[in-house]
């Protein structure tokens, strides 16, 4: 990956699903937005005006293209070429939405960490309005807006109903509320401090892997929904959740080095809730009582989980008929 002028990016990824960190530096800026875009032209403009048009000015835009074939090259370089906050990498070739993720986010140098998806629009006022909660109260560790949702011409249809999740002031009660409440995961999209994610596994390469990753911030520290509706969700025909049907489409969106593997990603989203809690920074009691409301979990999604099993069952012998043919195969969680 190079940042696109002149100089190699530094915290250059490694492989797997995070890339190298980068060290803060001083005289940072406050908020680090990170935009990762993979052939993002239609809408990328409108989330980069979005975020420059904040009234919190003190921010940096950490763009990370992740190997785009159409304009989204153009838009990028036009934008970083105009704002000095603007900084843009790209990678000669896709490595998923998993490993773009976490680049934008180890790229950053800012306390507090938003990720802005590149069809998405923040209204003035938003990053304001959360660092100054964040500020307010040091036990929370993220804050968020409520969310309205937009269509591909901008025209608002739906405004979400409050969640207020991980409210609670017990660890274990916001990972069971963040585990047993899994949904549109929104305060994943709010205001972060980067001194929270950096405990966390981040976005891992498989579907549906926000809500580990809520559920690793919510053992860290509470959420706050504020109530202005300041954030615009773009549902579109081109949304990676209504392009990518299959789970192995999927599989191979969040991370291209499982293309064509047999995956069991039910399984995987529990098994990561379990290893968030054995990361988490807590009491062997209170970790405890978090390892509880996965029976809770796994009982609310046992026909998933069972469908997995059949379907990685089936995966398993028709790649035995390929292997017989010189194909290969893996079975993986």
Known sequence: MVACGSRRAPGRPRGGDVAEPRTTAAGSPRVSVGVPVYNGEEFLAEALEGVLRQD??????????????????????????????VRYLRSDVNRGLAWNFNTVFHEGRGEFFMWNAADDVRLPGMVGA?????DADPGLVLAHTRT????????????WPRTDRATQANPSERFGDVVLHEAECFPAHGVIRRSALLGTALHGGYPNSDNPLLAELALRGRFLELDEELFHRRDHPGRSMRAFTTTRARNAFFDPRRSGKVTLPRWRVGAEYARGVHRAPLPQAEKARCYAYLGPWAVKWRGTLARNLGSAASQVVAQKVTQRRGGRGTLTA
């Open 148 to 159: 309205t949702y937009v269509d591909e011409r901008s025209r608002p249809f739906k405004v």
């Open 130 to 134: 959360c660092v100054a909660a964040l």
């Open 56 to 85: 919190f000015r003190d921010l940096e835009v950490v763009i990370s293209d992740n190997g785009s074939t159409d304009g989204t090259q153009g838009i990028c370089e036009r934008y970083a070429a105009q704002d000095e906050r």
